[in-house]
């Protein structure tokens, strides 16, 4: 069954939840306050790095089932759902910032019609539900809590092949219309309320963070004793009660989700008087670990990184974006600048001259960057890399010296190029 739905916000959660929504068949608006942006959107120029999103863009702009507009009244009136797709920022004390929600509710409350469903798409505290439908301001539309749970690099994928649907409701004829809503795929929908909702996708972002964690300090204990991390990697998750999904050792965790969403948990726990001693390590084992990370790259270029020349592969927070935010790799670099070390450094979605941060210099090569470098470090896993000649690289630095934070090169051609290798468990 067609539905009109509205999608407000057109960041990452948006137009891939507007796109998908399309190509299912739904009659979508996506408003965004940005005219810029959504000028470029109805030519099809998509703004965000995203395997498939871009066809589906064009797929539904041809059909004409996905429309973009600045004008919130206009893609909300007549609209059996509005998906609100806004920032949630972290606050200082840890805490989700609401504001952006809120307004966005504000805004949208005196253009809905009667019955419509309000779905909050964005990671919000519990609680969030009610406070959405306190600022709308209405007696006569539902609102749910529906979380995404798309990985950036393969959203669409995800979406449209997703593991689960949540649906948290306290209006049941507000749930069945959200599960109409997701005809056509084929996944296991979980209807619950809407506190449930809204800690279900916190409990998995710490859960998936835990993982990554408690794998890189394997990582450094399989250093420590002489074991083969790769191998204990392959045993450990071989087991279907842990699985391999997030089991690879790298120089820490970061991104637009995990940092912000187990801090705002804590926030959560310590709002009620819980405390969360293992999720309070899990964040604290991640810092360390860029401080570990950096600490490598020192030993590799003889215990001090002033004045040294690193030369760089990686600055997303991982391969398949050009997401910088909250990125390991330039929590690294910033500790290795404050060193004193002098960075040079490239990215394939990066821009050469791009400011990314004070100290670090972009270039548009990734053989460039090693010329005279003291060290080449790793630091995001762009499968990219993985083809690139190491004979060059080899040559080109002032040392054959390697730092590969996420195991990411082949073994037997770095030995055969004769690096000195630090990886983060040799």
Request: proline share 4%; hydrophobic share 40%.
């Amino acid at each position: 069954m067609r539905s009109s739905v509205a999608v407000v916000g057109t960041g990452y959660v948006g137009l891939t939840t507007g796109a998908c929504l399309a190509h299912l068949g739904h009659q979508v608006t996506c408003v965004d306050i940005d005219p810029g942006k959504i000028e470029r959107l109805r030519n099809a120029d998509i703004h965000i790095l995203e395997d498939g999103l871009e066809e589906l863009v064009v797929e539904g702009l041809r059909s004409g089932r996905l429309t973009f507009t600045t004008d919130t009244k206009a893609a909300v009136s007549g609209s059996s759902f509005v998906c609100l797709c806004v920032p949630s920022p972290q606050a200082p004390d840890g805490a989700a910032d609401l504001s952006f929600i809120e307004a966005a509710a504000r805004d949208i409350g005196p253009h809905l019609e009667p019955g419509a469903v309000v779905i909050n798409k964005s990671t919000v505290p519990v609680g969030s539900t009610s406070k959405v439908s306190d600022a709308l301001g209405r007696d006569d539309v539902s609102v749910v809590s529906n979380p995404e749970f798309l990985r950036e690099g393969f959203a669409v994928h995800d979406f449209l092949h997703p593991d689960r649907v949540v649906i948290g409701a306290d209006d049941e004829v507000a749930a069945m219309k959200m599960v109409s809503l997701y005809v056509g795929l084929t996944a296991p929908i979980v209807v619950t309320d809407p506190a449930s909702s809204e800690l279900i996708k916190y409990a998995s972002n710490a859960f998936l963070a835990a993982k990554l964690s408690f794998i890189n300090e394997v990582a450094d204990l399989a250093r420590a004793l002489g074991a083969d991390i790769d191998d204990v990697v392959l045993g450990v998750g071989s087991d279907p009660r842990i699985g391999r999904n997030h089991l690879r050792p790298g120089p820490g965790w970061g991104g637009s989700c995990l940092p912000k969403d187990t801090r705002a948990m804590l926030h959560m726990a310590s709002e009620v008087g819980q405390t969360m001693g293992l999720l309070e390590a899990v964040v604290s084992v991640n810092e360390t670990r860029f401080d570990r990370t950096t600490a490598r790259l020192a030993d590799l270029v003889g215990g001090s990184l002033e004045g040294a020349r690193s030369a760089v592969w990686g600055l997303t927070f991982k391969g398949g974006t050009d997401d910088l935010r909250s990125s390991p790799s330039l929590a690294v670099l910033e500790r290795a600048v404050r060193a004193g070390a002098v960075v040079v450094a490239y990215d394939p979605t990066v821009t050469e001259g791009a400011s990314v941060l004070d100290g670090v210099q972009v270039l548009g090569d990734p053989y460039q960057v090693c010329e005279g470098a003291d060290a080449l470090a790793v630091l995001t896993d762009w499968s990219d890399f993985r083809h690139l000649d190491l004979d060059k690289v080899a040559s080109s630095l002032s040392s054959p010296r390697l730092l590969d934070a996420h195991n990411l090169l082949d073994r037997q051609t770095i030995d055969r190029c004769g690096f000195e290798v630090a990886r983060l468990d040799t």
